[in-house]
């Protein structure tokens, strides 16, 4: 089977985590979020692994969750659909609790999904020209797995900005509402990326570890209680009729029912 991401470590201990789905915009198949989950785990646990930089090969950085496995959601039975909502939610918090500083470096567009990738990040650092958005509204879902990640990033008061409206935002506006630290021209990212990494190559891993679990202790909660309620709530609307109609219009390559027709 062909792997879904790919990862590589160099000499510090700098490892590359990439997203390698660039012909579909690296879109999260449940392939792929077992993959990262597996991945987390294991960059985690090596005590060669310094840092870990997480991007996306391709266009596109993150186009969020895929949409055939959604549509394989709505067909299948709640056990099912809880299971695979439960991919999600815990590869996003297998992410957030590696204990290994993650820097997001962003190539490209982070759509839905993508925006929770981003938001896992200790640091993410984006091209000026790319587009992100929470636009699971568009399609009849919401943004409930990765719901507790972005407001943690954010803040209520700014996701609220576009946590339900589906638009599409610039760089610029990434950066105001604490998506991204920075926004860089494109031939800038890797040299951004760089100043990020070379710091932590001159700390103490371990106190590096506790610092990061410290900071999710003092941050907002995201328990098991937490994951488990946007489980349900991913859940229970993929079981609804507005996602049937979203995700079956975007098949269909047509507006659907509550989109202006004209």
């Not at 100043?195 to 891993?205: G, I, N, Q, R």
Request: include cysteine.
């Amino acid at each position: 089977m062909v792997k879904t991401i790919s990862t590589f470590v160099d000499a510090r201990g700098v490892a590359t985590l990439t997203l390698e789905r660039a012909d579909k915009h690296n879109a999260l198949s449940a392939q792929m979020l077992e993959e990262l989950t597996q991945a987390a785990a294991d960059l985690g646990s090596d005590d060669a692994v310094r840092v870990v930089v997480l991007t996306g090969a391709g266009k596109s950085f993150c186009a969020g969750g895929d949409l055939e496995w959604m549509r394989e959601q709505m067909q299948a039975d709640p056990a099912t659909r809880a299971r695979e909502a439960a991919k999600l939610a815990y590869m996003l918090q297998a992410l957030n609790t590696m204990p290994k500083p993650l820097i997001g470096a962003l190539q490209g567009n982070a759509l839905g999904g993508g925006v929770g990738m981003a938001s896992v990040c200790d640091v993410a650092i984006g091209v000026d020209t790319l587009k992100m958005g929470l636009t699971e509204t568009r399609l009849g879902i919401i943004p409930a797995t990765i719901g507790p990640y972005v407001l943690a990033r954010m803040g209520e008061g700014r996701a609220r900005r576009v946590f339900m409206s589906g638009r599409l935002f610039d760089a610029k506006e990434a950066v105001a509402l604490g998506l991204l630290s920075c926004a860089v021209p494109v031939g800038d990212l890797a040299a951004a990326v760089e100043a990020e990494v070379v710091p932590y190559l001159t700390c103490a891993p371990g106190a590096v570890a506790a610092a990061k679990a410290l900071t999710r202790n003092l941050g907002p909660r995201i328990d098991a209680e937490t994951i488990a309620m946007t489980i349900d709530a991913l859940k229970t609307r993929w079981e609804t009729d507005e996602a049937a109609e979203g995700i079956g219009a975007f098949f269909e390559k047509r507006k659907a029912a509550w989109m202006p027709q004209s």
